[in-house]
């Protein structure tokens, strides 16, 4: 994906969505360049945010993936999630 500014932090996914009549986008799963598709279980929360870490904008999802709580933001056209940097 070198189209995209390199920032280490941001992890881009290419995502399957619904589009809702009403203009809103509802992620559904998402997956790496090379990694396995991981199906999101329940969005929790939805706003507009930038990325803390990633210098993003757009809209940040609060996605349940396994019992593990993630952010996903879209920053359109682009999807990522943001990498753990804790030590």
């Excluded at 619904?18 to 992620?27: F, W, Y």
């Excluded at 969005?43 to 993630?70: H, N, S």
């Amino acid at each position: 994906m070198s189209c995209h500014r390199e920032n280490p932090a941001k992890i881009y996914v290419m995502v399957r969505a619904d589009h809702l009549l009403n203009g809103r986008v509802r992620p559904l799963m998402f997956r790496t360049e090379d990694g396995p598709v991981c199906r999101i279980d329940r969005v929790t929360d939805e706003r507009e945010a930038p990325a803390l870490k990633a210098g993003g904008q757009g809209i940040r999802y609060t996605c349940l993936v396994e019992d593990r709580q993630i952010m996903l933001f879209h920053d359109d056209p682009y999807w990522f999630i943001e990498a753990d940097t804790r030590v």
